[in-house]
């Protein structure tokens, strides 16, 4: 059994929903950014979703699009991406998922891509941008090397869509909760019971959901619904509110992932 349906296996033995945390890769600097993500596995985090900082990130909100820049301006790059898990790997064997765009994928050519994700130890690749329509390339590389994908559900999506996307995703799906960019929202959206059940029709594979997600009681009420809840802009903050004093970042960001994933547990 592969990392992450290992991963969710232990959630539905345990009764509950996986915790998923996003950071991005890089953010402020390398150094800080590996710290960053032991503390969030260490708080309590399932699978890491790690996001490939990049320069025009148009599914991002404010939140998200500076932390890409600081870790841009920190030297951040794909192959550094790539080091970082390596680096993640001497401590951990939590799924970690590249949350990426296409034109990071194609510029370094996306059989290379897909190798190199591989070989330094990402278990699937969520590249939000590209429509299984065109994946084809992608899917063929990703099956050769064994990385899962992710494909995204939207709330617009229509249903005549679910199947095509659910047949591509080897996984799990992603179920944005809200339209628009990523970002803290002050209330879940109401559908996502109905949402999750849509799309398990079509397909045995985990449903997490995510966007606008950031305290323990939206955790636990999207919880209830779907196979893994997804934290980032609230732990990006942490990130952000801590760039005076990195030093400190690692415990305040242990502290708040343990917090938001009590939301997931019985």
Do not use: W
């Amino acid at each position: 059994m592969d990392r992450i349906a290992a991963a969710f296996a232990r959630a539905r033995h345990e009764n509950r929903a996986a915790f998923v945390a996003y950071l991005t890769a890089g953010d402020p600097d390398f150094d800080t950014s590996l710290a960053a993500c032991r503390a969030v596995l260490a708080g309590g985090a399932d699978l890491l979703e790690l996001g490939v900082p990049f320069s025009d990130p148009l599914a991002d909100g404010p939140t998200n699009q500076l932390a890409a820049q600081r870790a841009l301006e920190g030297g951040m790059t794909a192959a550094r991406t790539g080091e970082l898990v390596r680096r993640l790997r001497e401590t951990s064997d939590a799924p970690i998922v590249f949350y990426t765009y296409y034109n990071l994928v194609f510029s370094n050519g996306v059989e290379n891509y897909v190798r190199a994700a591989k070989a330094a130890g990402a278990d699937g690749l969520l590249t939000l941008d590209l429509p299984p329509e065109e994946a084809g390339e992608l899917l063929a590389a990703c099956t050769q090397h064994d990385l899962k994908t992710v494909f995204i559900v939207a709330p617009t999506t229509p249903d005549s869509r679910l199947p095509l996307l659910c047949a591509a995703a080897t996984g799990f799906v992603y179920y944005v909760s809200r339209e628009g960019v990523t970002g803290v929202r002050d209330q879940v959206a109401a559908d996502i019971p109905a949402a999750v059940a849509r799309i398990r029709a079509h397909t045995e594979l985990p449903v997490v959901v995510g966007f606008g997600l950031s305290t323990p009681a939206q955790v636990r009420e999207v919880a209830r619904a779907a196979d893994g809840v997804v934290v980032g802009s609230a732990l990006v903050n942490v990130v952000a509110a801590q760039l005076a004093d990195r030093a400190g970042l690692p415990g305040r960001l242990q502290a708040a992932t343990a917090a938001l994933a009590a939301g997931v547990r019985p």
